[in-house]
């Protein structure tokens, strides 16, 4: 048993010690997701790694909230999905503050522009996860070790407990379905 798996489990029993012993052992990864994610952003996000990071490991370590990891790999997904919660409520509060009226008349910057746009795609992809999750929730959490949490196909297949064939067929068939729903989506 690693030793995250094992700090993981003190952390499901309460142990209050185990958050800070965790960061530690955790912190370069989730920094590297991160930045990952942050990487397709455009220019100008006001988010940075490090406070995406902050903000996910605290999700995550929150003893009322805190999930029942199985091992490493489980504890990484569920961290790339706080992190994509996180930049998907980024992405909303920015959207509603764009229609609440702080309007102002401006030069068009296309570099917040390639911004709104990419702000409207992780929307898009989020919805369009919110259904796939309803219809195969495997294949979405696919998507969100591959995507979010930047897993290789044969680390996302173990994490699953699936063959990396499936995985690949599974992926294969997801990218085309979720490209066809998104674009769907934005001719509505």
Do not use: C
């Not at 930049?87 to 309007?103: I, Q």
């Not at 369009?128 to 294949?139: F, G, I, Q, V």
């Amino acid at each position: 048993m690693s030793d995250v798996t094992h700090i993981l489990g003190r952390l499901e029993r309460g142990d209050e010690e185990a958050a800070g012993e965790l960061l530690p052992l955790v912190y370069d990864e989730l920094r590297r997701m991160a930045a990952r994610q942050l990487a397709t952003e455009a220019a100008g996000h006001t988010l940075q790694p490090t406070a995406l990071v902050h903000e996910a490991y605290l999700k995550l370590v929150d003893q009322d909230r805190a999930g029942a990891w199985n091992h490493r790999g489980h504890f990484f997904s569920a961290a790339a999905e706080a992190m994509r919660r996180i930049l998907v409520d980024h992405a909303r509060r920015k959207k509603a503050e764009k229609r609440e009226g702080s309007r102002r008349r401006s030069d068009l910057d296309p570099e917040k522009l390639a911004f709104l746009e990419r702000r409207d795609d992780l929307l898009a992809l989020d919805e369009a996860l919110a259904l796939l999750e309803s219809t195969d929730p495997r294949k979405a959490e696919l998507v969100k070790l591959r995507f979010f949490a930047g897993l290789t196909m044969s680390q996302a297949a173990e994490a699953l407990g699936i063959s990396v064939a499936t995985a690949e067929r599974d992926w294969a068939y997801t990218r085309v379905w979720l490209l066809r729903e998104m674009t769907d989506e934005k001719k509505s």
